[in-house]
């Protein structure tokens, strides 16, 4: 009897279907996966005891805490740390995938290096550190004794007031160069909104967990804003059913992110308008007097039309708004419809704690400060700052100063030496650093006015909003110093390599998280040991100063970095109490809503310091809610929604000032 074509299909059918109900497959696949397993090129760890490190995360400014497991020697797990105030047991993804950074050979550089191919190529050499430190520093002297100190650039993307970029301002100092930036952040943003309109030069503090309305211009809530591990433990805050609280969640984004498609409410406003619909909301709330009247009439400025000293007439914040950004005219600039915006306005301004939050993305680059400060009026109509839940003002981190040195004459030259990126002039007052400005001057001199550029923490080729214009810069300068761990694109166009540890190997501190609302400091502590010839990148400076010699060396009298870091944590310890434990049943936010604290556990500096390298923190969750009388620091000493510091900067600037 033959086969027949059916007799086939369902011997085949059969026969897989029968494979299926066998444990034959799944067998074969988990012998198979062992079986791997065993083979010599596959990495397993070792066997051994395990322990856990605990540290705290430097891999983006939200300093969370995280315990590293180990078996023996070697890291094979990052999680959150439940003892820590910042993020509660939370880690982001990036914190967890940490251990790629640390083990990837491939990605790493594994000591000193020196270019041996063409720039940008990628081909180097290792080196010794004292053959790359003497290369470097003999570089730098030649440019000091020909008198041109100010030929030697540095880009520093450290954190604002760290003791790193203190240290790396110090030396470019020290040597007579004023040519010292830094990759500007949403922080330098941050900064200038707080001096024009508060006058402070503190961090901006979102007190999120204790307000009941977020309104978010396109902070990337759920993609790594703020600190990223104490965002999202707030998020399941905000929708807390059981404890009978529940924020309300608006997010203001032309982009379909995945904060706005989780949002309570998404408002997708055409790309760039988001100043204008703060306005328009801002009009709304005018019209029908939902503002707290005694914030606005007794501690701001220019909200009402006023005259100036010299008899000038300048329009006010509320004429502006009601004259130019009516629902109507901002529906035709923004597409949304202006019932929307008449409604949304009231629900924010009805809000117990409402809070606008401002910059866009996780807020790795500068924003527009019309943007900022055109959000953050609506956190002032709604009076609003420095109230539970919403906008804390504070002054900056009671760090101690590094002590002054002198600048001999050599370096007293060269610091007479304009800016080439020309920030802090009268044409950018309150630019910190342009980096894109030393790109130009680079690129249109015949030769370039850079002879050595210094970068540290920073990848200027691929973060630059313009890279391609830095790229074409960085190919000009004859000599390229990249201090990265990292093999990434501004270091692959370097002449030589002083590597970085990574988080996980050095000592490190943490400033402020941004947008925390209440003065932090962490200290990360190696989870291993090095596992290449590289340095922790302050303690590169200190030696780079010392092989420079008299009189730069006499400016850096720190034998380590860590010396440096315990130098300036003595001022935690002299400005008061902190803490340097957490017990995770009372959060930070919650003692710092009930406006007590508990007494420290130390009785001294080294008990203090001893406690930090333990903990990794000391913080301060206390303030002092309201006291608009004496808050503000501006000329006015209000808040002030007309700036009188752009105003005198215009004045100044027309004058054709050469001051600063």
């Given at each position: ?35 791997t ?40 797990k ?6 820590f ?10 914190g ?8 990837d ?16 190529s ?20 030649k ?20 003791t ?28 200038i ?64 992110s ?11 406003v ?46 006010g ?13 901002v ?53 609003n ?5 919403g ?34 002039t ?18 249109e001199?015949?030769?370039s006015?850079?002879?050595t ?26 000599f ?8 990434d ?11 970085d ?30 596992i ?32 440096v ?20 049943k ?24 001893e ?15 309201k ?30 000032s050469?001051?600063?």
């Amino acid at each position: 009897m033959g086969m027949t074509r059916r007799d086939f299909v369902k011997l085949v059918v059969g026969g897989v279907a029968g494979l299926h109900v066998t444990p034959l497959p799944w067998k074969l696949t988990d012998d198979i996966a062992i079986w791997t397993q065993n083979w010599p090129w596959v990495p397993v760890p070792s066997e051994g005891a395990f322990s856990e490190e605990k540290s705290v995360c430097t891999l983006c400014p939200g300093g969370c805490g995280i315990k590293v497991r180990k078996v023996d020697d070697r890291a094979i797990k990052i999680e959150g740390r439940t003892d820590f105030p910042i993020n509660p047991g939370g880690i982001c993804p990036v914190g967890m995938g940490g251990l790629q950074l640390l083990y990837d050979k491939d990605l790493r550089f594994t000591s000193p290096m020196k270019r041996v191919g063409p720039r940008g190529s990628g081909d180097f050499a290792p080196i010794s550190w004292t053959d790359a430190l003497n290369i470097l520093a003999n570089r730098i002297k030649k440019l000091r004794l020909d008198g041109s100190p100010q030929k030697l650039a540095a880009i520093d993307g450290n954190r604002l007031g760290s003791t790193l970029s203190q240290l790396i301002s110090r030396l470019m100092r020290a040597v007579g160069s004023p040519n010292y930036l830094r990759c500007t952040t949403v922080e330098d943003s941050y900064w200038i909104l707080n001096t024009l309109m508060q006058g402070n030069e503190g961090p901006v503090a979102f007190d999120l967990e204790n307000s009941d309305f977020i309104l978010s211009f396109g902070c990337g809530l759920l993609e790594g804003w703020g600190a990223p591990g104490r965002v999202l433990n707030a998020w399941g805050l905000w929708h807390e059913q059981n404890a009978g609280r529940k924020t309300k969640i608006v997010q203001i984004e032309s982009r379909a992110s995945n904060t706005a498609s989780k949002a309570d409410q998404w408002v997708a406003v055409r790309p760039g308008t988001e100043p204008a619909f703060a306005l328009g909301l801002a009009h709304v709330i005018i019209k029908e007097v939902l503002y707290d009247k005694e914030f606005v009439e007794n501690h701001t400025f220019g909200f009402s039309d006023w005259t100036s000293s010299n008899g000038r007439q300048h329009m006010g914040f509320k004429t502006l708004v009601m004259q130019k950004y009516s629902p109507s005219k901002v529906a035709s600039l923004t597409g949304i419809d202006p019932g929307l915006i008449e409604k949304l306005a009231r629900q924010f301004a009805r809000a117990r704690s409402p809070i606008a939050i401002f910059g866009r993305g996780k807020g790795l680059l500068n924003g527009s400060i019309y943007e900022f400060m055109a959000v953050h009026s609506l956190n002032a109509l709604v009076g609003n700052i420095n109230m539970p839940g919403g906008v804390l003002v504070y002054d900056p981190l009671p760090l101690n100063k590094l002590p002054d040195f002198e600048a001999d004459p050599i370096a007293e030259s060269g610091l007479g030496n304009p800016r080439l990126d020309q920030a802090d002039t009268k044409q950018y007052p309150f630019a910190a650093s342009l980096v894109s400005n030393l790109a130009h001057a680079i690129l249109e001199a015949t030769n370039s006015p850079i002879d050595t550029l210094l970068v540290f923490g920073a990848n200027p080729v691929f973060t630059e909003p313009d890279g391609g214009l830095f790229y074409r810069a960085i190919k000009k300068i004859p000599f390229v110093v990249s201090f990265s761990p990292f093999r990434d694109e501004t270091a692959q166009m370097a002449d030589l390599i002083l590597p970085d540890h990574t988080y996980l190997e050095k000592t490190d501190e943490i400033i402020w998280p941004l947008t925390l609302q209440y003065p932090f400091y962490g200290l990360s502590r190696p989870a291993v040991e090095p596992i290449y010839q590289t340095k922790n990148v302050g303690d590169s400076v200190l030696e780079l100063a010392k092989a420079l010699e008299e009189p730069v060396a006499s400016a850096f009298p720190w034998n380590s970095y860590e010396e440096v870091l315990k130098e300036r944590a003595r001022g935690l310890f002299e400005s008061g109490g902190g803490l340097v434990s957490y017990d995770p049943k009372t959060p930070a936010w919650e003692l710092l809503k009930r406006g007590t604290l508990p007494e420290p556990e130390y009785n001294s500096f080294d008990e203090m310091w001893e406690a930090i390298r333990s903990s990794g923190m000391w913080y301060r969750p206390s303030h002092r809610f309201k006291s608009w009388a004496k808050l503000f620091k501006t000329p006015t000493g209000k808040f002030e929604f007309f700036s009188t510091q752009i105003q005198l900067a215009i004045e100044e600037y027309a004058q054709g000032s050469d001051n600063p």
